[in-house]
C-alpha cells in the first residue's frame, strides 16, 4: 500500500505545476484523497481535500480560486492543479488517504496513507 507523489519543482511567482498522488495496493475510489503542504519553519496544514462519497471538494482560503484538486479513477490517482503560484506557496506537499470520509479534512490524524512529499518553489 503506497501513496506516490510528483510533479513538483522550481517555478516562477504566476506560474502553473500540477500534482500528483498515484496510488498502488488499494483504490483511491473508496478514499478521501486531500492534500498538506509544509513550509520551511511552519506546521503542516491542509490545503484541498476531495471526497469520495460525492465527489465534493474543500480549499484552504489561502489557495481558494487558484488550486484545484481532481480525480482520475481509472488512474488511480489525484491531482492538484496549482496556478497564480506566489511565493507563499514554497513548501513541501504530501497527499493523505482517508478511508471513506473524514469528519475535519484538515485533521491530519484522520488520514490512514501518506505519499512521501513533493517539493514546490515558487521564485520571486
Known amino acids: 500500500v503506497q501513496l506516490q507523489a510528483s510533479g513538483g519543482g522550481l517555478v516562477q511567482t504566476g506560474g502553473s505545476l500540477r500534482l500528483s498522488c498515484a496510488a498502488s495496493?488499494?483504490?483511491?475510489?473508496?478514499?478521501?484523497i486531500a492534500w498538506f503542504r509544509q513550509a520551511p519553519g511552519k506546521e503542516r496544514e491542509g490545503i484541498s481535500c476531495i471526497r469520495s462519497t460525492d465527489g465534493s471538494t474543500s480549499y484552504a482560503d489561502s489557495v481558494k480560486g487558484r488550486f484545484t484538486i481532481s480525480t482520475d479513477n481509472a488512474k488511480n490517482a489525484v491531482y492538484l492543479q496549482m496556478n497564480s503560484l506566489k511565493p507563499e506557496d514554497t513548501a513541501v506537499y504530501y497527499c493523505a488517504a482517508a478511508w471513506i470520509a473524514v469528519r475535519r479534512w484538515v485533521n491530519e490524524n484522520e488520514y490512514d496513507y501518506w505519499g512521501q512529499g513533493t517539493l514546490v518553489t515558487v521564485s520571486s
Open positions: 495496493g488499494f483504490s483511491l475510489e473508496y478514499y478521501a
